[in-house]
């Protein structure tokens, strides 16, 4: 017998990586928020790897924190390494990556959530949704009980209906054995939404007194550490203990085993109809895929500290259990391996995103907002990313304020959730800097003075938070401006200074600021010009560097940006007919009518949309307005 068990504003279905940010961003907006989840024990469960960050991801975990996000402070209280990858690159591809420890990282968000006030944590599932007068108006849960709310956000990641493969034997099943979600699909499909199968695979988890480390490379953490959340900024890590990780190999005789069972994989047997993340292949995959190489990477990372679970990064796998455990121990140190939990692949409902508008709430379907994996996105960040936009959007709704819409110039956040909306995807999405046009101008060190006042605004950065930023901010200027107004002569003295720090002479009184500019001259080398300068906390100094150092680039890119904001500020109106537009193609018209741009920007990267239908939609739109001017109009 159903009830209503309770009346929110905001019901969230799922507490992994979205469900937890989008709730939490609902409650600290003021808005009471149902959090509903199978089980709480799978609250922020890291299905996967045992990591957070990385190329393009740690760009993401950045910019959550800027708008006031908590994936980025969780991770910082959990990480038992740390490590700036790409560090010899340029700033634009810098990205942390931090292992956590994973039982502490769920430990973690779930005291934040239990912490939250507005916030109701309640293990049920959900099965279908509460209507009335025909629009969602909560959710229905298997014990019963409805939630009845303003806004629904589903988050439900890789449960709905999932199914584990492992060979021949494959069941229904959520992922690490848990519950899946059965029944909710049906009522996703019911309201006119197209759902599609997805699949993902996860490796084995072998006990770490059975591996021999011996022969292997020690991957180290990081001396300096640097945290993820800007609120960690100036706290001191150093000293903080890390746990190694480890590099080894697979072998010929490992991808043998693979090519003698390759028949009996899940996916080879056609069992799968799923696809799988292209950026994260099993391992049968890659033999498959570079059949000419002997052996591929490896790497061994710790899963917690009170664990000796090792996760197997690198050898994913929907192969019998039985060839699983013949090719791990042909994996070089793991010839005694001892499983703790099979590899395995897992299939899954995900919804067509192309259906929802870049607020990610469903087109068709108001009050309905969709986030995570459920949108075909792969990865906790980029689920994060999304749940933190939904649940701002769905208070921002109940607020009668504009959706936050976040730009492909503005953040990598908005290139994801363009990218998905507009393009949608047919395997799961995984975020990389190359997907990010404006790269340079979007780096992890810059996130929060792109993004904190947008945070402020909509009222999801607090107090503390804020100042802090203001002080770094403020900081970054005054440094920027006093070294700018800081002038060398080109004293002999000065000269010999430059050519001791092998740099080229001086012709004129120069600004230190311009100086950095060259490539030998940075800001500790150029102390010598500047005895008298203030002690600034690294990241002020490095945020004033990188700025100064790629000027040229950055105003070039600055200069594009311009360019693509005008497309973007061309908007197109929901209801437009393209059909009754002249000149448009049929295939330009079809997929303009699916998937409803907000602007001529937008169009114009709708795959099938060309640059000679956007040229006739750019002559309609002036058209109109000229009428429209002109007072012609529709009359
Ligand atoms: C086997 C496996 C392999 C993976 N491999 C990779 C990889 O290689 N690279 C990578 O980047 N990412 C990988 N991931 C993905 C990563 O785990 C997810 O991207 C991330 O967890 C998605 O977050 P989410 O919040 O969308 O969903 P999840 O973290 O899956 O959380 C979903 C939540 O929804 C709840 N839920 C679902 N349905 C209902 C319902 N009807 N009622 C109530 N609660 C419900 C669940 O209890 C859970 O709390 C993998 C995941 C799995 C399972």
Redesign the pocket.
């Known amino acids: 017998m159903n009830f209503i068990a309770k009346t929110v504003d905001i019901v969230v279905?799922?507490?992994?990586?979205?469900?937890?940010?989008a709730a939490l961003a609902g409650a600290r907006m003021g808005h009471k928020v149902a959090l509903?989840?199978?089980?709480l024990n799978?609250?922020?469960?890291?299905?996967?790897?045992p990591n957070v960050g990385g190329t393009g991801?740690g760009h993401l975990v950045r910019e959550i924190d800027a708008l006031g996000g908590e994936i980025g402070r969780n991770i910082d209280k959990t990480f038992i390494q740390s490590r700036m990858l790409n560090s010899s690159k340029g700033p634009a591809v810098h990205s942390l990556r931090a292992q956590a420890d994973k039982w502490n990282y769920h430990r973690a968000m779930k005291m934040t959530l239990e912490d939250e006030e507005n916030l109701y944590l309640i293990q049920?599932?959900?099965?279908s949704f509460y209507m009335e007068d025909d629009d969602v108006r909560g959710?229905v849960?298997?014990s019963g009980a409805i939630y009845r709310a303003k806004k629904t956000v589903?988050?439900?990641?890789?449960?709905?209906r999932?199914r584990?493969f492992m060979g021949e034997v494959n069941y229904s099943s959520?992922?690490?054995g848990?519950?899946?979600?059965n029944?909710?699909t049906e009522s996703i499909e019911g309201l006119g939404i197209p759902t599609m199968r997805m699949k993902?695979?996860?490796p084995a988890r072998v006990h770490r007194d059975s591996i021999d480390f011996s022969n292997m490379e020690v991957q180290k953490g990081d001396e300096e550490i640097h945290p993820f959340s800007f609120s960690n900024f100036d706290k001191d890590f150093s000293g903080k203990e890390q746990i190694d990780c480890y590099l080894t190999y697979t072998t010929p005789e490992c991808h043998d085993i693979i090519r003698k069972n390759i028949h009996r994989s899940a996916m080879a047997m056609g069992d799968i109809e799923g696809i799988g993340?292209r950026?994260?292949p099993s391992i049968e995959d890659k033999v498959t895929r570079f059949g000419d190489r002997d052996h591929h990477q490896v790497f061994l990372e710790p899963e917690g500290l009170l664990t000796k679970e090792i996760y197997v990064q690198g050898v994913?796998s929907s192969l019998p259990v039985e060839v699983q455990m013949a090719l791990y121990k042909k994996i070089e140190g793991l010839e005694h391996c001892e499983f703790m939990r099979p590899a395995?692949?897992?299939e899954?409902d995900a919804i067509d995103a192309t259906r929802l508008d870049r607020s990610l709430e469903v087109m068709e379907v108001k009050n309905l907002y969709m986030?995570?994996?459920?949108?075909g996105?792969?990865?906790?960040?980029?689920?994060?990313a999304?749940?933190l936009v939904a649940g701002i959007n769905a208070a921002l709704s109940i607020e009668g304020r504009d959706p936050l819409i976040l730009r492909r110039d503005q953040a990598y956040i908005g290139v994801l959730i363009d990218d998905l909306v507009t393009k949608g995807t047919r395997e799961?999405y995984?975020m990389m800097t190359s997907r990010a046009e404006y790269r340079l101008t979007l780096r992890q060190d810059n996130a929060d003075l792109r993004l904190t006042d947008i945070g402020r605004e909509i009222g999801l950065v607090k107090d503390e938070q804020y100042a802090m930023f203001v002080a770094r901010r403020d900081a970054i200027d005054e440094e920027t401006e006093r070294l700018a107004s800081i002038r060398i002569n080109p004293t002999e003295e000065n000269i010999e200074k430059l050519a001791e720090l092998g740099s080229a002479t001086l012709r004129n009184a120069t600004p230190l600021l311009n100086l950095m500019q060259r490539p030998e001259l940075n800001y500790d080398n150029l102390a010598v010009f500047d005895e008298d300068r203030p002690a600034l906390p690294r990241h002020v100094i490095e945020e004033v560097e990188t700025n100064i150092r790629y000027k040229g680039y950055i105003d070039k890119q600055m200069a594009q940006i311009q360019k693509f904001r005008k497309m973007e500020n061309k908007k197109l109106s929901k209801d437009l007919d393209y059909m009754s537009i002249g000149g448009l193609r049929n295939e330009a018209k079809e997929k303009l009518m699916n998937i409803r741009p907000e602007s001529v920007g937008q169009a114009g990267r709708i795959s099938g949309v060309s640059p000679a239908d956007i040229n006739v939609l750019l002559i309609y739109l002036e058209q109109k307005s000229r009428e429209a001017r002109n007072g012609l109009g529709d009359a």
């Open positions: 279905v799922g507490a992994g990586h979205a469900g937890c940010e509903l989840t199978i089980n799978s609250i922020a469960a890291m299905n996967c790897n991801k049920d599932e959900a099965v959710i849960c298997k589903l988050a439900t990641g890789t449960y709905l999932g584990v959520g992922p690490d848990m519950q899946p979600a029944y909710l993902t695979g996860t993340p950026y994260c994913s395995y692949a897992i899954y986030a995570g994996q459920i949108n996105s792969s990865g906790y960040e980029e689920a994060a999304q749940g799961p995984r």
